[in-house]
C-alpha cells in the first residue's frame, strides 16, 4: 500500500515475543513515537496503566527485526538498449520486502537516466513513508553532478550522501587517475564540510585489475579505506581477483558489498552465490562487521526465455533469509549485513540500521513462515501482509 496523505502518528506500545536489535533480546516491549523508538524493555506499562495514551499492540508469532538498509538500488531503473531498460521501481516493492531505507544510483544509461530524475524519485519514495537517499556521480569521470561538483552537491542537497563512480570497467575504464582522485579528495573535503559519510560508492567492472585503482588511491593520496564502499566483490575468481582483493581490502579498513543478483541464482555465473560469498569471506578472516550486501535492485538480469528482467528489492531479504537457513548463521550474526553495518558505510548510524531507543522506528516483523508480513518505517505502518495484528 502507499499511503496518501500523512495522518496523525499515534504512540504504540509493540508487544513482541522475539526481538532482534540485531542482538537476540528475547521478549521486549517496544514504545514507539514520532516516528522514534522512545523505549525499549520487558515491562514498560499495563495496559491499563497506559489505557487512553498509548495504542497497545501485541505483535504475532515471529521475529521483530530491524528495517533492512539497500545501498545499492536503481530507483529509476537500470539496464539500457532493446529489452533490458528497466522501470521505475515502486515504493510497494520495498515495503513489502522489509526495506525501509536505501540509497539510489545512476546505472550504464547516464544520458536518457539523469540525476535529476533520480533525486525526484527519491523524494517520491520518501512522500510515500521510505527514507531514501542518492549518490551523485555516476560511472563516467568527470563525474557527473547537479550543483558545482559532486562535493558541492553532497554539501547542499540534503539526499545526497555520496558519490558513485566506476573502476575497472569495459565501458567505463576511468583510467585518468588524476581525475579519479580528484573526485576522491573531494569527498574527503565534503565529509569535514557536511558531516555527512561522503561515501566513494563504486561500482567494480570485471576487468583483470579488481580494485588495484582503489588501492592506488589509497596508496598515493592517504584516502581513507573506510570512505569507500566497492560493490560487485563476488565475482568468481576466474573473471576478476577482485574477491581475493576484497578480503584485503576489509582486513585494511574498508566495507566490501557483495551484490544478491551476482550469482547462478539469478542467471549471472560470473558471480559467485552472495551466501557463499559471504561465508567464505567469514572464513577467510573478513572482519564480520565490514561486509555488506545489496540487491541492486531495478537492474537487468537474464530472464531464463532470451530476454531480461529487473531485480526485484525483496531478493535482499531472500539472502538473509538463505544465509540464516541455509548457511547457518543464527539472525543475530546476519542481521548486521543488512543493516547496522550497512548504516555506518553510509553514515547513517545514529539513527538507523537497529532497535533502541533514540533510533528511527524502521521495524519488520518475519512470520512463523520464514515470510516478511509486517512493515514499519519511520512509525508508519507500510506494509501488512496479513492485516492481522491483535490490538489490546
Keep these: 500500500?502507499?499511503?496518501?496523505?500523512?495522518?496523525?502518528?499515534?504512540?504504540?506500545?509493540?508487544?513482541?515475543?522475539?526481538?532482534?536489535?540485531?542482538?537476540?533480546?528475547?521478549?521486549?516491549?517496544?514504545?514507539?513515537?514520532?516516528?522514534?523508538?522512545?523505549?525499549?524493555?520487558?515491562?514498560?506499562?499495563?495496559?491499563?496503566?497506559?489505557?487512553?495514551?498509548?495504542?497497545?499492540?501485541?505483535?504475532?508469532?515471529?521475529?521483530?527485526?530491524?528495517?533492512?538498509?539497500?545501498?545499492?538500488?536503481?530507483?529509476?531503473?537500470?539496464?539500457?538498449?532493446?529489452?533490458?531498460?528497466?522501470?521505475?521501481?515502486?515504493?510497494?516493492?520495498?515495503?513489502?520486502a522489509g526495506i525501509t531505507t536505501a540509497a539510489g544510483l545512476l546505472g550504464s544509461d547516464v544520458e536518457a537516466k539523469t540525476l535529476g530524475l533520480l533525486l525526484r524519485k527519491a523524494h517520491e519514495l520518501d512522500r510515500a513513508g521510505m527514507s531514501a537517499h542518492i549518490y551523485t556521480g555516476g560511472m563516467p569521470l568527470p563525474a557527473p553532478h547537479m550543483t558545482q561538483s559532486p562535493a558541492s552537491d553532497i554539501?547542499?542537497?540534503?539526499?545526497?550522501?555520496?558519490?558513485?563512480?566506476?573502476?575497472?570497467?569495459?565501458?567505463?575504464?576511468?583510467?585518468?587517475?588524476?581525475?579519479?582522485?580528484?573526485?576522491?579528495?573531494?569527498?574527503?573535503?565534503?565529509?569535514?564540510?557536511?558531516?555527512?559519510?561522503?561515501?566513494?560508492?563504486?561500482?567494480?567492472?570485471r576487468l583483470r585489475t579488481g580494485l588495484e585503482p582503489l588501492f592506488e588511491l589509497i596508496d598515493r593520496i592517504g584516502f581513507p579505506p573506510s570512505q569507500a564502499v566497492p560493490s560487485h566483490i563476488n565475482r568468481a575468481p576466474g573473471i576478476s581477483p577482485v574477491f581475493e582483493q576484497g578480503i584485503r581490502f576489509a582486513k585494511d579498513g574498508g566495507f566490501i558489498d557483495f551484490s544478491c543478483c551476482l550469482g547462478p541464482l539469478d542467471g549471472l555465473p560470473s558471480g559467485i552465490d552472495p551466501m557463499e560469498a559471504v561465508l567464505r569471506a567469514l572464513d577467510a578472516g573478513a572482519p564480520a562487521g565490514n561486509i555488506t550486501l545489496s540487491s541492486d535492485a531495478g537492474v537487468a538480469v537474464p530472464d531464463g526465455q532470451g530476454g531480461a528482467r529487473a531485480v526485484p528489492p525483496s531478493i535482499l531479504f531472500r539472502d538473509l533469509?538463505?544465509?540464516?537457513?541455509?548457511?547457518?548463521?543464527?539472525?543475530?550474526?546476519?542481521?548486521?549485513?543488512?543493516?547496522?553495518?550497512?548504516?555506518?558505510?553510509?553514515?547513517?548510524?545514529?539513527?538507523?540500521?537497529?532497535?533502541?531507543?533514540?533510533?528511527?522506528?524502521?521495524?519488520?516483523?518475519?512470520?512463523?513462515?520464514?515470510?516478511?508480513?509486517w512493515t514499519m518505517s519511520r512509525g508508519r505502518i507500510v506494509f501488512d501482509k496479513a492485516t492481522s495484528l491483535s490490538r489490546n
Design 1 to 96: 500500500m502507499t499511503p496518501t496523505s500523512p495522518q496523525p502518528i499515534p504512540l504504540r506500545l509493540l508487544r513482541a515475543a522475539d526481538v532482534y536489535a540485531p542482538a537476540s533480546m528475547g521478549a521486549q516491549e517496544i514504545l514507539v513515537g514520532g516516528g522514534k523508538i522512545l523505549a525499549v524493555g520487558r515491562a514498560l506499562g499495563t495496559a491499563d496503566a497506559l489505557a487512553g495514551l498509548v495504542e497497545v499492540v501485541t505483535m504475532p508469532p515471529g521475529k521483530l527485526i530491524p528495517g533492512l538498509i539497500d545501498q545499492h538500488v536503481h530507483f529509476i531503473g537500470g539496464g539500457e538498449g532493446d529489452g533490458a531498460r528497466m522501470p521505475e521501481l515502486r515504493f510497494e516493492d520495498f515495503a513489502s
Design 155 to 205: 554539501i547542499q542537497i540534503d539526499k545526497v550522501i555520496g558519490a558513485k563512480s566506476a573502476i575497472s570497467e569495459r565501458s567505463f575504464p576511468n583510467l585518468d587517475f588524476a581525475a579519479f582522485a580528484a573526485l576522491a579528495g573531494s569527498l574527503v573535503q565534503a565529509k569535514g564540510t557536511s558531516g555527512k559519510a561522503a561515501v566513494l560508492h563504486l561500482h567494480v567492472g
Design 321 to 373: 533469509s538463505r544465509l540464516c537457513i541455509q548457511g547457518g548463521l543464527g539472525w543475530s550474526q546476519a542481521l548486521p549485513f543488512f543493516t547496522c553495518n550497512v548504516a555506518r558505510a553510509l553514515g547513517l548510524s545514529r539513527h538507523k540500521g537497529a532497535i533502541a531507543p533514540g533510533m528511527d522506528a524502521d521495524l519488520v516483523l518475519v512470520g512463523d513462515d520464514d515470510q516478511i508480513a
